[in-house]
């Protein structure tokens, strides 16, 4: 009995935990960035580079040559994941 009840209570946590992340995202399904394309960590803001009129954060400058090497591979990375980089304004 309480097997079942902590499986219940695990479940709905997870649906509630899933819900709370669709919420996060704007209603056209997309978020700003807030991990490193090249490793996954947290982005540092002072640490971007900038690609085809958008900025790319990453989490710290030894990710910089490496998303130079295939920065439309990265930047399509994020944005398969929903991510809306933002726009470079002048």
Known sequence: ????????????????YGSLVVVGQSAAGSSSQAKCPVMGLGIDQKVYVDFE???????????VEKFKADPAGYVNK??????TLAEITQ
């Open 1 to 16: 009995m309480k097997r079942g009840i902590v499986s219940v209570v695990l479940v709905l946590g997870l649906f509630l």
């Open 53 to 63: 009129g958008k900025r790319v954060y990453l989490c710290c400058s030894n990710c």
């Open 78 to 83: 994020l944005e398969s994941q929903g991510v």
